[in-house]
Structures are given as structure tokens and as C-alpha cells.
Nanobody, 124 residues
Framework: QLQLVESGGGLVQPGGSLRLSCTAS????????IGWFRQAPGKEREGVSC????????EYTDDVKGRFTISRDNAKNTVYLQMNSLKPEDTADYYC?????????????????WGKGTPVTVSS
């Protein structure tokens, strides 16, 4: 079973940057479209960004367009979420998830595997 591990979360001031990483130890991620999701306290989980298997297709929720960039390095078996110009409303637990039956696309629903998340706090 694919096990995803997120890292890179932490405390950052408004306007700052963080880079989240999502990796898998025993299986190659190139077979999966990957999505980044977040869940803030008291709110439902939402999709933030996703990327297709080979990185040719990316999508972003409107809230993060122009500030976040998703990328993947399949040689390193890692998907990244570069987050710039962070705002307090970006504070949440961030999760990566994988979908195995998606070709040349990515999605925010019916994900097959989930990581345990990494917390991001944007505060002065």
C-alpha cells in the first residue's frame, strides 16, 4: 500500500514562504496524480493544488493561484508545494494524496491514498 509522507510545514510570518514535500518510501509516485489538500480548524478539507503523473497538468484553487506552485521530481520520488506570500488564512494542516487511475490529468476527489499531514501556521 502506498504510504505518503509530508514534510516542510511550520510557523511562518505573513508574507513568508514554505515548501512542502510529499514522498513515498517504497513505491514510485510516477504512477500517481498527486493532490495537495488542506484543512483548517473547524473547516472542511479542501483541494489546494494537483499535478498529473508527469507534471504536464496542474490545477490550483482560486485562493492560491499566483502564490502557490506545485511541481514534481519523479527522479527524487517527490512532489512539492511551494507556498509564497502566505496569509494567516492559509493556516491549516496540509495533506498530500494520490490517485492511481488518472492519466494526463489530476483531480481533487476519489483519492486512493493519503498522508498524515503537516501543519502550517501563518502568524506574526
Amino acid at each position: 500500500q502506498l504510504q505518503l509522507v509530508e514534510s516542510g510545514g511550520g510557523l511562518v510570518q505573513p508574507g513568508g514562504s514554505l515548501r512542502l514535500s510529499c514522498t513515498a518510501s517504497e513505491f514510485t509516485l510516477v504512477r500517481y496524480a498527486i493532490g495537495w489538500f488542506r484543512q483548517a480548524p473547524g473547516k472542511e478539507r479542501e483541494g489546494v493544488s494537483c499535478i498529473s503523473r508527469h507534471g504536464g497538468i496542474t490545477e490550483y484553487t482560486d485562493d492560491v493561484k499566483g502564490r502557490f506552485t506545485i511541481s514534481r521530481d519523479n527522479a527524487k520520488n517527490t512532489v512539492y508545494l511551494q507556498m509564497n506570500s502566505l496569509k494567516p488564512e492559509d493556516t491549516a494542516d496540509y495533506y498530500c494524496a494520490a490517485a492511481g487511475d488518472v492519466i494526463a490529468a489530476c483531480r481533487f476527489n476519489n483519492m486512493d491514498y493519503w498522508g498524515k499531514g503537516t501543519p502550517v501556521t501563518v502568524s506574526s
